[in-house]
């Protein structure tokens, strides 16, 4: 037991080792810029090695347990007692099992880290595509201590767009479409509510106009629009804001009221956006996944 908990020291030493080494090189890395998608690669990245590092202690502990009680049984000399011999197997089961649930759930983690970034490079390519009609798409935006997916600037206006890609949001396959009900206050998910993305995204984007207008000494009025990938939404209400799929943009886009502004204002605007932005354009460059991307069972 005792050979047993100084290899998983190790693993676990060497673990914290290859981290810190790897974030070390990131930071060094100075041409890649820290957009959200070189966050959650990097995030990723992390679970990947976990998983490795995991999978590495389920495979030798019983390995090394079994050693171990070997050489204990050589440096006593004497006959095998069972009650020993029993007690030593399920101590072996017992971490291995524990091994076990470890390397489980740093799948399931590594999993729905993946899922994250794939979520936010679907909203990503969908809200690049609105460069098309004539918006200017900013991306990995923040002002003071909040933050934006996207800020877009165009013919209808100042728009926000925040993607909910939560685990509350979690849809195994984002091409598929399974229903949240939305009242123009909560969204409605089989067996769960949220009202905390919608209030979210309405106080970010009256925040964003609230500046934009002190900024410019103009009034201004950000729209927020909140993307779910995976999900259709069956809207009872006229009220709130938009709440749509990904693939809804171009209609939503199409349709919505506008609230035009001059081409001066237009220009101050995105000068004053640009600064708080890492991207002018989509910070994701990964395809649209298809079929299932995770599964978190």
């Not at 060094?28 to 690669?41: G, K, M, N």
Request: glycine residues 6%; proline residues 4%; aromatic residues 10%.
């Amino acid at each position: 037991m005792g050979a047993t908990l100084v290899s998983w020291a190790i693993l676990a030493l060497l673990l914290q080792l290859l981290v810190k080494r790897r974030a070390a090189r990131a930071a060094d890395a100075t041409e890649a810029p820290y957009t959200t998608s070189f966050r959650l690669q990097k995030r990723i990245d992390d679970g990947a090695l976990t998983v490795r590092t995991a999978f590495v202690a389920l495979f030798t502990t019983p390995i090394v347990f079994c050693l171990g009680y070997a050489g204990f049984l050589q440096a006593r000399s004497g006959p095998v007692v069972m009650e020993g011999l029993g007690t030593a197997v399920f101590l072996g089961a017992a971490m291995w099992g524990w091994s076990y649930l470890r390397w489980r759930r740093a799948t399931r983690d590594l999993k729905m880290r993946q899922w994250v970034y794939d979520a936010k490079a679907v909203v990503a390519k969908h809200v690049d595509d609105l460069r098309g009609r004539g918006y200017s798409v900013f991306s990995d935006c923040r002002l003071n201590d909040t933050r934006f997916d996207h800020i877009l600037i165009g013919p209808k206006g100042v728009f926000t767009v925040q993607a909910f890609v939560g685990a509350g949001a979690y849809q195994p396959d984002l091409n598929a479409f399974a229903t949240v009900t939305y009242d123009g206050r909560t969204l409605f998910f089989p067996g769960e509510e949220n009202h905390e993305s919608v209030e979210r995204a309405s106080m970010e984007a009256e925040m964003l106009s609230e500046w934009l207008s002190q900024t410019l000494e103009v009034p201004l009025a950000a729209r927020a629009v909140v993307a779910m990938p995976g999900w259709q939404i069956k809207r009872t209400s006229a009220e709130g804001i938009s709440v749509i799929n990904p693939t809804q943009f171009e209609a939503l886009f199409q349709y919505v009221r506008p609230r035009p502004l001059s081409a001066d204002v237009v220009l101050r605007l995105t000068e004053q956006v640009r600064q708080h932005c890492t991207e002018e354009s989509a910070s994701f460059d990964t395809p649209t996944p298809s079929g299932a991307t995770a599964d978190i069972s």
